[in-house]
């Protein structure tokens, strides 16, 4: 296979979830390179009154951790389908393997 149809094979497995997360983390990440270009070399808040400085922090923050939640919010999505589906809790549930 060439990369191309690897791609599209991934995208097409990706759940709407998961294709959200990564698609708002891009957007976190492209206006956290653009708020950083603008502030240059200082200290403390970089400059910024605190309402700037909160808002980069809040859009650094996504940045990175929306990509790490892509997993979990998948699996947890999958997980109340199939309760949704089975009416309880199925065997193949990662709940039923935690010991009592």
């Given at each position: 296979m060439n990369k191309a149809s690897n791609f599209s094979t991934l995208l097409s497995?990706?759940?709407?979830?998961?294709?959200?997360?990564?698609?708002?983390?891009?957007?976190?990440?492209?206006?956290?390179?653009?708020?950083?270009?603008?502030?240059?070399?200082?200290?403390?808040?970089?400059?910024?009154?605190?309402?700037?400085?909160?808002?980069?922090?809040?859009?650094?923050?996504?940045?990175?951790?929306?990509?790490a939640i892509t997993p979990l919010a998948t699996r947890y999505n999958r997980m109340i389908r199939s309760y949704k589906l089975f009416g309880s809790l199925s065997s193949r549930s990662p709940l039923c393997d935690i010991p009592t």
């Open positions: 497995s990706l759940q709407p979830i998961a294709i959200f997360l990564l698609i708002a983390a891009g957007v976190a990440w492209y206006l956290t390179v653009l708020q950083s270009q603008i502030m240059g070399n200082m200290a403390g808040t970089m400059g910024m009154t605190l309402a700037s400085y909160v808002l980069m922090w809040t859009l650094m923050m996504a940045a990175m951790m929306l990509p």
